[in-house]
DNA sequence: ACAGCACGTCACAGTTTCATGACACAACAC
DNA sequence: GTGTTGTGTCATGAAACTGTGACGTGCTGT
């Protein structure tokens, strides 16, 4: 499943939370803010694939928002709105967003036009999978839980695509062996187990009863999503 | 005033007739057809700057036009209609469409919406582009921070071209060596590095703390925006 | 309960990987 | 020729990674 990093900006807390439970649902993760001042500083730090920026905000407007947005970087932009007076269109659209959408929207809408602009910005299309809260981007080597990016190590990183690779499927530890490491390595030893629950310390919330990668005794590990 | 050449693909005369002067108004330049097969026979001679296409055509209808360009072309794509059905829409985009616009549409939203389009057709292809302080001119070969001139050797700046390519990708070294340098190079030498070093000495305000050029150890370096 | 086994956990030292700066040499302009 | 610039290589040290083995824990069948 693509996924994308959206940044929700949208001061109406039952718009807020059903669009953010909504694009969750398309498999996209969400982080949301209800002012442009803390959307502007989150992007600063953190980048987003995307904005959606709602224009009537307390503070600078969505527009405004957009604004200051293209004069640092060209984030691809949607502006989202009541109000679909033609001029708002056009004024909006001249700030420099990508589309502008009126509410209310469905979902599935509103998911079909954030893939066509993703689709149009990103040049290099990036090749993410998501599971859950997990997300691993396998073109930019990241991996992030709950939108913080975790540090894996190589090993760890090369174990855990492997696995990825065939979700729900168990793997025992002589392919791993080979697939991960050289062949050069002995079968018999705490390897795998000692690689898998750095693994585990890094991505489980709960290492001790792991969501993502579960121990199948007497054959080796499957990754499966939550 | 910036033009387009714009293929209009529309069978009723009078919406053809219309929107073909509000256009041109605008300042674009218009080529129109009544159905898709002429429409894509123009496309295979001469390239359009961007397709508007009405869904509902005699022959090939639109989704199936824009499907067709898609397979040969990234060429920008607006689809026209008078259904605002959701699921319409959602596979318009999904056909690969870059816009999806009902109509009856205001000529000044149709005309903002050709412009934000092209402006993100653009910036892909655009000579300029911009990351944060960091500007990289590919047409004057030119490279600035913070408005200030940065002088790049020519390896220097093949490189940093070669990464910016991919924004957000890791790109190994032995991709790098390929692609930067020729294939006559050991691939375990650390020349990647030291034009790294080079590079980041240039352009990062603390290179011992890379905003642009990441390590990404055991695999390479990825250039991302701050 | 018990033994046998499979797996989890942990610390650490050897190894690998990378940043940095120095240096030699080639290319080039003057 | 002479100085300048660009480029590849190398040594060095710091930091990060990783295999290993000893031991703990929990499961399984008798």
């Known amino acids: 499943m693509r996924v994308a990093g959206i ?16 694009l969750t649902r398309q498999g996209h993760s969400v982080t949301s803010y209800v002012t442009g001042e803390e959307a502007l500083d989150h992007i600063r730090s953190r980048r987003p694939e995307i904005v959606i920026l ?14 200051r947005i293209r004069k640092i970087d060209q984030l691809p932009v949607i502006l989202l709105t009541a109000r679909g007076d033609d001029l708002d269109v056009v004024v909006g659209l001249e700030a420099g967003a990508d589309d502008y959408v009126v509410k209310p929207v469905e979902p599935r809408v509103l998911d079909a036009r954030i893939r066509a602009i993703l ?53 025992n530890r002589r392919y791993l062996l080979r697939a991960v490491w050289d062949h050069t390595h002995v ?34 590990y499957r990754f499966s999503p939550p």
């Open 7 to 22: 940044l929700l900006v949208e001061d109406d807390p039952s718009v807020r939370m059903a669009l953010e439970l909504a």
């Open 54 to 67: 709602d224009v009537m905000l307390p503070g600078i407007d969505g527009v405004e928002v957009c604004r």
């Open 119 to 171: 689709r149009r910005a990103e040049s290099a299309a990036s090749d993410r999978i998501g599971f859950g809260d997990l997300v691993i981007d396998r073109g930019a080597l990241k991996v992030t839980l709950a939108n913080k990016e975790i540090h894996l190590t190589p090993t760890e990183l090369r174990l855990l695509l492997e696995l990825v690779r065939h979700p729900g499927q168990v793997l």
């Open 187 to 220: 079968a018999d030893s705490r390897l795998v187990d000692a690689c898998v629950q750095r693994v585990r310390a890094k991505i489980e919330p709960r290492p001790a009863e792991p969501v993502f990668i579960h121990t199948v005794r007497g054959f080796g």
